[in-house]
């Protein structure tokens, strides 16, 4: 099979290389790297020369000039973009930090920005990919994934789906703190409930071999103090939910607290990002030679998973990832697995068979959902696609936020296609953490000034 990401400069592509690469199926043979940027796209093909190095059966690596050459004859499209690059992220955050109110990439007022600018890209790649390979499956990592998926769903419908790497970490995080070893997991033993949006779920069932594990890890704060979720949100939230959530919803629950705690750092995550990854590929650039380039890549990759969401976690009392969660990647094992099961292939190591968190059309699982709004939750993939699984109906306060956030989603999905003003200061007016449409109106005009 033919694989291309588009976003082939990306900072994370090693990760996914990393993937084919020890991949038994070997479900790839063939991966093709496409970016606008050809300087991070040399840099990264160095990366990759070095992880190839030594391999007995290396996956062919080689470099598109154009979009179009790219997705012809692709069996699957990796979209991975980020428009506008780092620099736009970093307006996507002061800009709304500037009035008072989060700016977080994919939560808030800077993912409605980043979603105003992205979804018109990633609609003409949908395009594209129609015209030059309609039965490409398209596996989109664009953030903020959700509002992206649901854009490329109206060129694309079923055949592309979104991936995040929140839900999975925390099913896997919750099980071995509930005494459900890795080996019961990877044999299908485990079985959960999970649904929302991206960036917006609960786990609200955790099972093994059929009995529930939940309510017990709940009532256990030490159990609770021992993975990242449960010291993000406390134990006596979380018993009080009687949910665990995902990461995200810490901007949610936490608002003041996190607001702070971003306003007091030195740097947004975006401003950090930025000065790093400059930094990475400009000297990497300069260093001459894949051994040079994967070393600096690997210690900045280390670097950057240390301080994912620094900012909620100095918020919630200040503490340090796990050693376990620092290996990076997580994407990567999703996708692989993602494409395993659509091709058929019955050999999938990564989870319990061809179970996985999506990102996909809604159908009848949140019936107070349209049925072609995006969803993330539990699915069962075969050669055909994802079928979401049947669920517990939504709680009052989860389903409040998901009818909200999905409005939020849907009028930035209307806003970017039609250059709707009016739906744009919907969208970002209606946002929980968004406080006046008067504030709303003042980052939307910033931002076209500044954009």
Request: proline share 5%.
């Amino acid at each position: 099979m033919r694989l291309t990401i588009l976003g082939g400069g990306g900072f994370r592509v090693p990760l996914v290389y990393r993937a084919l690469l020890d991949d038994p199926a070997r479900a790839v043979d063939e991966l093709t790297l496409y970016d606008t940027d050809p300087r991070r796209l040399a840099v990264i093909g160095d990366v990759l020369a070095r992880q190839a190095q030594g391999h007995p059966a290396p996956v062919r690596v080689r470099r598109a000039a154009s979009l179009d050459e790219a997705l012809t004859g692709a069996d699957f499209v990796f979209s991975a973009i980020r428009v506008g690059g780092t620099a736009g992220r970093v307006r996507d955050e002061r800009i709304p930090l500037a009035e008072g109110v989060l700016g977080q990439e994919t939560v808030g007022a800077g993912g409605v920005l980043y979603g105003l600018r992205t979804i018109p890209v990633a609609l003409r790649i949908a395009e594209r990919v129609a015209e030059l390979a309609p039965r490409a499956w398209v596996i989109n990592f664009t953030n903020p994934a959700g509002m992206v998926t649901e854009a490329m769903a109206e060129v694309l419908g079923e055949r592309v789906i979104g991936i995040c790497d929140s839900p999975v970490g925390l099913v896997r995080r919750a099980a071995r703190a509930a005494g459900a070893h890795g080996g019961a997991f990877a044999a299908g033993r485990v079985t959960y409930d999970y649904v929302g949006l991206n960036h917006l779920g609960w786990l609200r069932s955790l099972a093994l071999d059929g009995r529930e594990l939940l309510p017990g890890l709940l009532a256990d704060p030490a159990a609770l103090g021992s993975f990242e979720e449960g010291r993000l949100f406390g134990a006596e939230w979380l018993a009080a939910l009687g949910a665990l959530p995902n990461e995200y919803l810490h901007y949610y629950y936490f608002r003041r607290e996190t607001l702070a705690s971003v306003r007091a750092a030195d740097e947004t995550r975006g401003e950090f990002l930025d000065g790093q990854q400059g930094g990475f590929f400009a000297r990497a650039a300069e260093a001459s030679g894949p051994e040079k380039a994967y070393a600096l890549w690997e210690s900045t990759r280390r670097e950057r998973e240390q301080t994912y969401m620094a900012e909620s976690r100095e918020a919630s009392g200040g503490w340090q990832r796990d050693a376990c969660d620092l290996e990076g990647g997580g994407y990567d094992r999703v996708a692989l697995a993602l494409m395993r099961a659509l091709s058929h292939s019955a050999n999938n190591a990564d989870g319990a068979g061809s179970r996985l968190i999506l990102n996909v059309r809604n159908g009848t699982t949140v019936p107070e959902l349209a049925p072609d709004a995006i969803v993330e939750t539990v699915c069962e993939v075969g050669a055909d696609g994802p079928v979401p699984l049947p669920c517990a109906p939504l709680r009052a306060d989860q389903l409040g936020l998901t009818l909200q956030l999905k409005a939020v989603e849907r009028a930035t999905v209307e806003a970017a296609v039609r250059k709707d003003r009016q739906a744009a200061l919907r969208a970002m007016a209606l946002h929980p953490l968004v406080d006046s449409p008067a504030v709303a109106a003042r980052i939307l005009e910033r931002a076209a000034t500044e954009g």
